[in-house]
């Protein structure tokens, strides 16, 4: 029944079978040990999650398990059909910090306490037959299936068995993978083919299943999960949801030109069909995957790596339609990204996948957590108005306690408590570090294992030093670097400071192939200086701009630093930008300093257009310098203004 053994021994979100097709394969038991993404995760583990239960409570979503069950008495409450994921999401969180804590020997015993009591209301809503939905369960909506545009039954589904998987690698246990097993069970035996003998011929509008039910084939070996996956894959594109975009239902994946309609439902699919082309070796879906991303990369990617270009459908938008103010890029969405490119870099090996990774990692992803890992951004927007007020919420440029629709608190928790498994891969011929973080990667070369360290201050400093520690006896393999698409100067030299001679710059990769012997180090250096940047000139919104990146980090100036406000702000890109260490600020960063001025307002009676002239250098107003902080870290002291894009006249 099983067309591959279950999954080898990696321990992440993404864990292949023996037999599957791709190039590359997730670092064994990978650990991050210190520095940038460390203490990121830090906060994740310290703040994030344990807040987690208390606000579940809070919101309603544990009382709605209990009503499913029947153990307490009430009406549902919160406005979604898809609250359930919310708890699965944290659960997923949880488990993979029960394997980090478990690596570290930390203390586990109040999370798990809390995880196993979660589970176990899970586990007591479930019905008999295996279906589980607190909001169809509590008496909402026309019954089971009847609304698979917005009931998001399959949806809830995906992400509970995601946290399942997660938990049984995480801990052993087997208590949710059973639930899930069930439900997935159930749905198997409820859609289907026309001529299946199965009652429902359709899908959910909202992805997600398609993407957990291969990585529940690959914990189970059971094909049937697998076979599961690939026909809600194939039945998008012909017509159960009239044919709309919004519902990934226009046009069939394998015939797609390019990624539409809601954001995050298209790229849980599109990492689906990842899977899918990694495990059955399908070129055409494969080549369908490359495609998308392709176009969603090249235009209708935002600088941060967000996506979503609208709020009204949380769409992407048409090519090059990337606008700051009104930009959408959902944090939800970020994450799916990085979902979506990691199978991709895995199944190809190319180095590009992991380029945007890092680049939405840093900036469109990590700006949905505060500093604090007490508040959110569900909204990642490139430009706020001076003086911008409100009260916060679902789709404000305000950071929030949690929100009604709570999709990206805990979406963000389990991917940073399972980042590690995105940093490094291995093929059998060595070892490929994709992310840069101090820590420990293991691979597989000449049957034997592998095993380096990175020890580097990233992205503060471009120095990263890699040091073999464990290798087989006198059998070459290989060392790749990725060298990131924004660099522009490195330099890669043996410890002693000597060139490393046996380099080959593949196609973003910098390959070094030699026998190893464990003490062997080898350093990268990148340079980090700051730069300004141009979005291709179809990007209407930011003709006559310029941004300031420094190495992978997107940089924006506040309002917080520039009390005069950022409206009438201009950059001057004839002086040089400047580096400088602030360690007093925003929890420690390197901050760019720019030169500018004011641009002095014409005098306007009532009408704000007038008369094409000229620029009168008079009009310049008075100059300022301008202090430009890391995206990530925006919205983290007082509202008001925020700029990515600054103009230049």
Same mark, same amino acid.
């Given at each position: 029944?099983?067309?591959?053994?279950?999954?080898?021994?990696?321990?992440?979100?993404?864990?292949?079978?023996?037999?599957?097709?791709?190039?590359?394969?997730?670092?064994?038991?990978?650990?991050?040990?210190?520095?940038?993404?460390?203490?990121?995760?830090?906060?994740?583990?310290?703040?994030?999650?344990?807040?987690?239960?208390?606000?579940?409570?809070?919101?309603?979503?544990?009382?709605?398990?209990?009503?499913?069950?029947?153990?307490?008495?009430?009406?549902?409450?919160?406005?979604?059909?898809?609250?359930?994921?919310?708890?699965?999401?944290?659960?997923?969180?949880?488990?993979?910090?029960?394997?980090?804590?478990?690596?570290?020997?930390?203390?586990?015993?109040?999370?798990?306490?809390?995880?196993?009591?979660?589970?176990?209301?899970?586990?007591?809503?479930?019905?008999?037959?295996?279906?589980?939905?607190?909001?169809?369960?509590?008496?909402?909506?026309?019954?089971?299936? $009847?609304?698979?545009? @917005?009931?998001?039954?399959?949806?809830?589904?995906? #992400? *509970?068995?995601?946290?399942?998987? =997660? !938990? %049984?690698?995480?801990?052993?246990?087997?208590?949710?993978?059973?639930?899930?097993?069930?439900?997935?069970?159930?749905?198997?035996?409820?859609?289907?083919?026309?001529?299946?003998?199965?009652?429902?011929?359709?899908?959910?509008?909202?992805?997600?299943?398609?993407?957990?039910?291969?990585?529940?084939?690959?914990?189970?070996?059971?094909?049937?999960?697998?076979?599961?996956?690939?026909?809600?894959?194939?039945?998008?594109?012909?017509?159960?949801?009239?044919?709309?975009?919004?519902?990934?239902?226009?046009?069939?994946?394998?015939?797609?030109?390019?990624?539409?309609?809601?954001?995050?439902?298209?790229?849980?699919?599109?990492?689906?069909?990842?899977?899918?082309?990694?495990?059955?070796?399908?070129?055409?879906?494969?080549?369908? $995957?490359?495609?998308? @991303?392709?176009?969603?990369?090249?235009?209708?990617? #935002? *600088?941060?790596?967000?996506?979503? =270009? !609208? %709020?009204?459908?949380?769409?992407?938008?048409?090519?090059?339609?990337?606008?700051?103010?009104?930009?959408?890029?959902?944090?939800?969405?970020?994450?799916?990204?990085?979902?979506?490119?990691?199978?991709?870099?895995?199944?190809?090996?190319?180095?590009?996948?992991?380029?945007?990774?890092?680049?939405?990692?840093?900036?469109?992803?990590?700006?949905?957590?505060?500093?604090?890992?007490?508040?959110?951004?569900?909204?990642?927007?490139?430009?706020?108005?001076?003086?911008?007020?409100?009260?916060?919420?679902?789709?404000?440029?305000?950071?929030?306690?949690?929100?009604?629709?709570?999709?990206?608190?805990?979406?963000?928790?389990?991917?940073?408590?399972?980042?590690?498994?995105?940093?490094?891969?291995?093929?059998?011929?060595?070892?490929?570090?994709?992310?840069?973080?101090?820590?420990?990667?293991?691979?597989?070369?000449?049957?034997?294992?592998?095993?380096?360290?990175?020890?580097?201050?990233?992205?503060?400093?471009?120095?990263?030093?890699?040091?073999?520690?464990?290798?087989?006896?006198?059998?070459?393999?290989?060392?790749?670097?990725?060298?990131?698409?924004?660099?522009?100067?490195?330099?890669?030299?043996?410890?002693?400071?000597?060139?490393?001679?046996?380099?080959?710059?593949?196609?973003?990769?910098?390959?070094?192939?030699?026998?190893?012997?464990?003490?062997?180090?080898?350093?990268?250096?990148?340079?980090?200086?700051?730069?300004?940047?141009?979005?291709?000139?179809?990007?209407?919104?930011?003709?006559?701009?310029?941004?300031?990146?420094?190495?992978?980090?997107?940089?924006?100036?506040?309002?917080?630093?520039?009390?005069?406000?950022?409206?009438?702000?201009?950059?001057?890109?004839?002086?040089?930008?400047?580096?400088?260490?602030?360690?007093?600020?925003?929890?420690?960063?390197?901050?760019?300093?720019?030169?500018?001025?004011?641009?002095?307002?014409?005098?306007?009676?009532?009408?704000?257009?007038?008369?094409?002239?000229?620029?009168?250098?008079?009009?310049?107003?008075?100059?300022?310098?301008?202090?430009?902080?890391?995206?990530?870290?925006?919205?983290?002291?007082?509202?008001?203004?925020?700029?990515?894009?600054?103009?230049?006249?």
């Amino acid at each position: 029944m099983s067309r591959t053994s279950p999954a080898t021994s990696a321990t992440g979100p993404v864990r292949f079978g023996s037999q599957a097709r791709a190039v590359l394969r997730p670092s064994v038991a990978p650990t991050v040990t210190a520095g940038f993404w460390h203490e990121r995760r830090r906060i994740n583990a310290r703040v994030g999650i344990p807040q987690g239960p208390r606000l579940l409570e809070s919101a309603g979503n544990l009382h709605n398990l209990r009503l499913a069950a029947g153990s307490v008495e009430g009406v549902f409450v919160g406005d979604y059909p898809f609250q359930d994921t919310d708890v699965y999401k944290w659960l997923e969180a949880a488990s993979w910090q029960l394997a980090q804590d478990a690596v570290a020997a930390g203390d586990t015993t109040s999370l798990a306490a809390e995880v196993d009591r979660i589970i176990a209301l899970v586990a007591a809503a479930q019905q008999e037959d295996g279906y589980l939905n607190t909001w169809f369960q509590s008496g909402k909506g026309e019954g089971r299936y $009847s609304d698979l545009r @917005w009931g998001h039954e399959l949806y809830c589904a995906g #992400h *509970l068995i995601q946290a399942a998987v =997660a !938990h %049984h690698r995480a801990t052993g246990g087997e208590g949710l993978l059973d639930v899930a097993r069930r439900f997935a069970d159930h749905i198997d035996a409820m859609f289907g083919p026309e001529g299946s003998g199965k009652p429902l011929d359709t899908f959910d509008a909202h992805p997600e299943v398609e993407t957990a039910l291969a990585e529940l084939y690959r914990e189970t070996g059971d094909e049937r999960y697998l076979d599961l996956a690939a026909y809600f894959v194939d039945r998008h594109g012909h017509g159960a949801h009239g044919g709309e975009i919004y519902c990934q239902d226009r046009v069939p994946l394998r015939d797609a030109e390019t990624v539409e309609g809601h954001a995050v439902r298209q790229l849980y699919l599109l990492a689906g069909a990842a899977d899918l082309a990694t495990e059955t070796g399908e070129e055409a879906i494969a080549q369908a $995957s490359a495609r998308l @991303w392709h176009a969603m990369a090249a235009t209708k990617t #935002h *600088l941060t790596g967000g996506v979503g =270009a !609208h %709020h009204d459908k949380e769409d992407f938008g048409d090519p090059f339609e990337l606008p700051n103010e009104r930009a959408y890029c959902e944090t939800c969405a970020a994450i799916a990204s990085i979902q979506f490119s990691w199978r991709m870099a895995l199944l190809t090996g190319q180095a590009r996948y992991s380029d945007l990774i890092e680049r939405t990692l840093f900036n469109g992803f990590l700006a949905g957590m505060s500093l604090d890992g007490e508040s959110w951004l569900y909204v990642n927007p490139l430009q706020v108005r001076d003086g911008y007020q409100d009260a916060g919420g679902d789709q404000s440029s305000r950071r929030t306690r949690w929100f009604r629709c709570a999709c990206c608190p805990p979406n963000v928790m389990r991917l940073l408590a399972s980042l590690e498994h995105y940093l490094a891969s291995t093929d059998g011929r060595g070892l490929q570090i994709h992310q840069y973080a101090t820590g420990r990667f293991q691979g597989e070369a000449a049957a034997s294992a592998i095993d380096v360290s990175v020890n580097t201050d990233y992205p503060w400093n471009g120095r990263i030093a890699v040091t073999v520690e464990r290798t087989p006896d006198d059998a070459p393999w290989t060392l790749s670097l990725r060298l990131p698409q924004w660099c522009a100067e490195y330099a890669l030299a043996h410890a002693d400071g000597t060139p490393v001679s046996e380099v080959v710059v593949d196609d973003g990769w910098l390959r070094v192939e030699r026998v190893w012997a464990p003490g062997d180090r080898i350093v990268l250096d990148l340079s980090l200086a700051p730069r300004l940047v141009v979005a291709d000139p179809r990007v209407d919104a930011v003709r006559g701009c310029v941004a300031i990146e420094g190495g992978p980090l997107v940089y924006c100036v506040e309002q917080a630093d520039h009390p005069g406000g950022l409206d009438d702000v201009v950059i001057d890109t004839t002086v040089p930008l400047t580096a400088k260490e602030r360690p007093d600020l925003l929890g420690g960063v390197t901050t760019v300093v720019a030169a500018g001025y004011r641009r002095t307002p014409p005098q306007v009676a009532w009408w704000p257009y007038q008369g094409h002239a000229a620029p009168d250098a008079g009009a310049l107003g008075a100059a300022l310098e301008l202090t430009a902080v890391p995206y990530y870290a925006w919205a983290n002291r007082t509202t008001g203004g925020m700029r990515v894009w600054l103009p230049t006249d």
